[in-house]
T-cell receptor, first 116, second 113 residues
Framework: GAVVSQHPSRVICKSGTSVKIECRSL??????MFWYRQFPKQSLMLMAT?????????EQGVEKDKFLINHASLTLSTLTVTSAHPEDSSFYIC????????????FGPGTRLLVL | SQQGEEDPQALSIQEGENATMNCSYK?????LQWYRQNSGRGLVHLIL?????REKHSGRLRVTLDTSKKSSSLLITASRAADTASYFC?????????????FGQGTILTVHP
């Protein structure tokens, strides 16, 4: 089956620093990747849609200058949380849709971010 | 209310019993998907049901879709302790078959051995 990886799986950082999270599709090409955020015991909320070779599309209320998304290749998208603050602490999950089979999304294992 | 609301929010059953979770949505859909999430992990795709389908099976899973009521249900038969997880329904944007998903609030299922 299709596999999506995320790195790191867990990160603790100091307030004010930036954190980069990678999302990779390991065995398929993904024209589109999605970034979600999940607070404890809550559902997933879409943050942005990442398209290879173009600018990401952000959902309403998501600051694009704070959550920088780069989709440089068909297998890699990165989310950078800039100047992180404690309220950015959350579980970040990416998903990827295989080229030509966009109905199905495969999710990464998630990245737990804790900002102190 | 947002697309994909589910009930119950939490369900606790004994191993061997059946578990039924419901999902309601607001706008028209092309398909509806169910996912499972183990604690602290990513999501696993369980099943996709299209708007022209009424029922779909996959192993111990049975999904129904009632487009007239804008609702879907997920039935897990003969539950096991390993089925303990959160279950979410999700839909792509109205009228499309793929794209960003809107998730329901989820049902936390606990299966006691």
């Amino acid at each position: 089956g299709a596999v999506v990886s995320q790195h790191p799986s867990r990160v603790i950082c100091k307030s004010g620093t930036s954190v980069k999270i990678e999302c990779r599709s390991l065995d398929f090409q993904a024209t589109t990747m999605f970034w979600y955020r999940q607070f404890p015991k809550q559902s997933l909320m879409l943050m942005a849609t990442s398209n290879e070779g173009s600018k990401a599309t952000y959902e309403q209320g998501v600051e694009k200058d704070k959550f920088l998304i780069n989709h440089a290749s068909l297998t890699l998208s990165t989310l950078t949380v800039t100047s992180a603050h404690p309220e950015d602490s959350s579980f970040y999950i990416c998903s990827a849709s295989p080229r030509f089979r966009e109905e199905t999304q495969y999710f990464g294992p998630g990245t737990r971010l804790l900002v102190l | 209310s947002q697309q994909g609301e589910e009930d119950p929010q939490a369900l606790s059953i004994q191993e061997g019993e059946n578990a039924t979770m419901n999902c309601s949505y607001k706008t028209s859909i092309n398909n509806l998907q169910w996912y499972r999430q183990n604690s602290g992990r990513g999501l696993v795709h369980l099943i996709l049901i299209r708007s022209n389908e009424r029922e779909k099976h996959s192993g111990r899973l049975r999904v129904t879709l009632d487009t007239s009521k804008k609702s879907s249900s997920l039935l897990i038969t003969a539950s096991r302790a390993a089925d303990t997880a959160s279950y979410f329904c999700a839909t792509p944007p109205g009228g499309t078959s793929y794209g960003k998903l809107t998730f329901g609030q989820g049902t936390i299922l606990t299966v006691h051995p």
